[in-house]
């Protein structure tokens, strides 16, 4: 297992985040996937076998099951050099402040996590998405509330667009308050738009990126075609969105190929692209059962040759392309990264 410092922390994660999403099984999270806690105890344990060191939930799945079953499954004692993320912003109840970014709701939802993870400190606290309505300000003041109490050790955020970001780091260094660390994305061969703004945003600040549902729920590892709707899709779970199905399938078809090339899963192949993008710290991988995420671990030591990259780069590039006037730079000059290139054709 590769690790990698998260952004400009001394944080070291490994490359593969365990996603726990499936953890519970209850309300609109029934569709993603029921994990119980003996399953869960399994699971987390191959996880820590094969070097993943950090841990991401929600105070939102499952209506916090999801944090009870990996308090139960941790046994209320911190393996050797396990690390937890969990996030807060959502609606959780029916009360007026059961949702937001408020200092009310979120340093109530952080003391409320400690305690269903059976932890005094959450090591990466996102705020999960953004809210319109509290100010930045008064967040970004609770974070750092949160750090000084010792219940957080660092910060990040989630689902934020490219201003957004560089609102809450700009509100952070004037005010010298913990600044986020990294930034939680949706990024996949299907839906790159993260290269316009949050990867170039990601290298410019120093956050490392953390990217979920990194198979797009399933639609990337392989296992279905043109006419079989994956099972979330069935279940009536619509994230992440498709615009393209026909360039959707028509990436399927090249990691398929590669795939069996190289005699491994599509799926490895999907996230062994990811981790070499730029910024990319770890990939959250979430399973429906233990099969699915052994075959998810073992994308960890894949290693793409440049060709292969390229035939990916090529079929899933953005239907967009990049303003010319301030992408016209190489990767190599940027990044490092000799086999990247931004210019008309995007990253």
Not at 17 to 40: I, N, P, R, S, Y
Not at 225 to 239: C, F, I, L, M
Request: proline share 3%; glycine share 10%; net charge neutral.
């Amino acid at each position: 297992m590769e690790y990698r410092t998260l952004g400009r922390s001394g944080l070291k994660v490994s490359t593969l985040t365990m996603g726990t999403m499936t953890f519970g099984g209850a309300g609109a999270f029934a569709a993603v996937g029921k994990t119980d806690l003996a399953e869960a105890k399994r699971m987390i344990d191959m996880c820590i076998d094969a070097g993943i060191n950090l841990i991401d939930t929600a105070n939102v799945y499952s209506n916090g099951i999801s944090e009870e079953i990996i308090g139960e499954a941790l046994g209320g004692k911190r393996k050797a050099d396990v690390l937890i993320a969990s996030k807060a912003r959502m609606r959780i109840g029916n009360g007026p402040n059961d949702e937001g970014l408020s200092r009310h709701h979120l340093i109530r939802e952080c003391e409320r996590s400690l305690k269903r993870l059976k932890t005094d400190v959450i090591d990466i606290y996102f705020l999960h998405e953004w809210d319109g309505v509290t100010p930045l300000e008064e967040t970004m003041a609770a974070l750092d509330t949160l750090v000084g109490q010792g219940k957080v050790r660092y910060v990040g955020c989630s689902n934020y667009s490219g201003w957004q970001v560089m609102k809450g780091l700009g509100i952070s260094d004037r005010s010298h308050q913990p600044r986020f660390v990294t930034q939680q994305i949706h990024y996949t061969l299907e839906a790159r738009e993260a290269e316009y703004e949050l990867l170039p945003i990601s290298v410019d600040q120093g956050l490392g990126v953390l990217v979920w549902s990194p198979l797009a729920g399933g639609l990337l590892s392989g296992k279905y075609h043109r006419d079989s709707p994956t099972a979330r899709q069935v279940g009536g779970w619509s994230e992440p969105p498709i615009r393209d199905e026909d360039r959707l399938w028509r990436i399927v078809d090249v990691l398929n190929e590669i795939g069996k090339a190289r005699g491994v899963s599509a799926a490895q192949v999907a996230l062994a692209w990811l981790l070499g993008r730029p910024a990319v710290a770890s990939l959250v991988i979430g399973a429906r059962n233990e099969t699915q995420l052994k075959d998810n671990i073992a994308a960890a030591s894949l290693t793409l040759s440049f060709d292969e990259r390229q035939r990916l780069d090529a079929v899933s590039r953005p239907p967009v392309l990049y303003p010319y006037w301030h992408q016209q730079f190489t990767a190599k000059e940027r990044f490092g990264a000799a086999d990247l290139v931004l210019d008309r054709s995007g990253l």
